[in-house]
C-alpha cells in the first residue's frame, strides 16, 4: 500500500524547446515536480535525469535554473509557482567554480551572504562545514581541497544561497566508491531536511542514482507515428518514471531488489536506442 500523496507543484516545465544556430536540442518538453508527502517524515524530492552524453541534459538545466532563456516555453519554481530568475535554483555545474583567492569558508560565507543577514550567514556556514566533514578544511583555498571535498563545498554553497531546488549535474563523476557514499548520504540528507527541497541529479550512474530517486526523467529522441526521427531530444510521459508507486523509492538496499535490477536494465536499453 503506498503511503505517500502528491501535493502542489515545485517545479513546471511548460513547452520548453530550445535551438542553437536553427539546431534544436530539445523539444516540447513538459513536466511538474509535485510535493511527495509521507507520513511522520519531512520528505523532499529527488529526480534523477538520465540521457546519453550531448543530448542536452546540461542545457535543460542550464533553463531550468532560468541561466539560459530557452526558445519557447516556460519554467516557473516555488512554492507558489513563479516565473524562475538567476538565484532561485541551486545549480551545481559539471565544472563548479569556486573563488580561487577565497578560502573555503569565505567562499561559503559569500554564498550564504546573498540570503541571509551577517551574523545568520556565519552560523549557517558552521553548521554547513560541520555537516558536510569539511571543517577542518575551512582556511585552505579551493586549490588545496581534494576533488570530493570541493564537491561538498560545491553542495554547500548552493544549498547556502539558493531556495529549495537544487541542480547536480554529474555529482558522482570522479569520486571514489566512498565519496559517491558519502555524496549519496548528503544529497538524501538535503531532502529530508525540508519538505519543499527537491534535487536533481544529472547523472551516467544509473544505479547509484536510481537508488536515491523518487522520479526519474529520461532524456531521448522520439519517433513519429511514421518511425521518422524527429528534432532534438525530448522526455515523454513514458519517461517519467514514478519510482514512489513502484515501491523502489526510500528503500535502503533497494539496489539488491528484484524490479530495481530490471528497472536500470530497462532504462539502458531505453539510452542505448536511437
Ligand atoms: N551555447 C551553445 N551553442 C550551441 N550549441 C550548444 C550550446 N550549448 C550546448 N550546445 C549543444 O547542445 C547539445 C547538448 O549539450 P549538453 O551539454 O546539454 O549535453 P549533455 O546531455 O549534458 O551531455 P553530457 O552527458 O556529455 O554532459 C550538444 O550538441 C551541444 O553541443
Ligand atoms: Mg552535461
Not at 560565507?109 to 560541520?130: D, G
Not at 566533514?133 to 544561497?161: F, T, V
Not at 508507486?245 to 536500470?264: I, N, S, T
Request: aromatic share 6%; proline share 6%.
Amino acid at each position: 500500500m503506498p503511503n505517500h500523496t502528491y501535493h502542489e507543484p515545485l517545479l513546471a516545465l511548460r513547452n520548453i524547446s530550445q535551438q542553437f544556430d536553427g539546431e534544436v536540442v530539445l523539444r516540447d518538453i513538459s513536466l511538474d515536480v509535485l510535493d511527495v508527502k509521507r507520513p511522520g517524515v519531512q520528505q523532499g524530492q529527488v529526480v534523477g535525469f538520465y540521457g546519453r552524453s550531448g543530448i542536452g541534459k546540461s542545457v535543460l538545466c542550464r533553463i531550468i535554473a532560468g541561466l539560459l532563456p530557452p526558445s519557447t516555453g516556460t519554467v516557473q519554481v516555488g512554492n507558489p509557482l513563479r516565473p524562475v530568475v538567476p538565484g532561485d535554483v541551486g545549480f551545481v555545474q559539471q565544472r563548479y567554480p569556486l573563488f580561487d583567492h577565497r578560502t573555503l569558508f569565505d567562499n561559503l560565507l559569500v554564498a550564504a551572504a546573498r540570503k541571509h543577514a551577517p551574523a545568520e550567514a556565519k552560523a549557517r556556514v558552521e553548521t554547513y562545514l560541520e555537516r558536510f566533514g569539511l571543517a577542518p578544511h575551512r582556511r585552505k583555498y579551493p586549490a588545496m581541497l581534494s576533488g570530493g571535498q570541493r564537491q561538498r563545498a560545491a553542495i554547500a554553497q548552493q544549498l547556502l544561497c539558493s531556495e529549495h531546488l537544487i541542480i547536480l549535474d554529474e555529482p558522482f563523476s570522479g569520486l571514489d566508491v566512498a565519496m559517491i557514499d558519502e555524496v549519496k548520504k548528503i544529497i538524501i540528507e538535503v531532502t529530508t531536511l525540508d519538505e519543499l527541497n527537491t534535487v536533481v541529479v544529472v547523472s551516467h550512474d544509473l544505479v547509484t542514482t536510481t537508488s536515491i530517486s523518487d522520479t526519474l526523467w529520461l532524456l531521448a529522441p522520439e519517433r513519429d507515428a511514421a518511425g521518422q526521427l524527429l528534432p532534438g531530444a525530448t522526455i515523454t510521459k513514458e519517461h517519467q518514471y514514478n519510482l514512489a508507486d513502484m515501491g523502489l523509492a526510500w528503500r535502503p538496499g533497494v539496489d539488491a531488489v528484484p524490479e530495481f535490477v530490471q528497472l536500470v536494465q530497462h532504462l539502458k536499453d531505453e539510452i542505448r536506442k536511437v
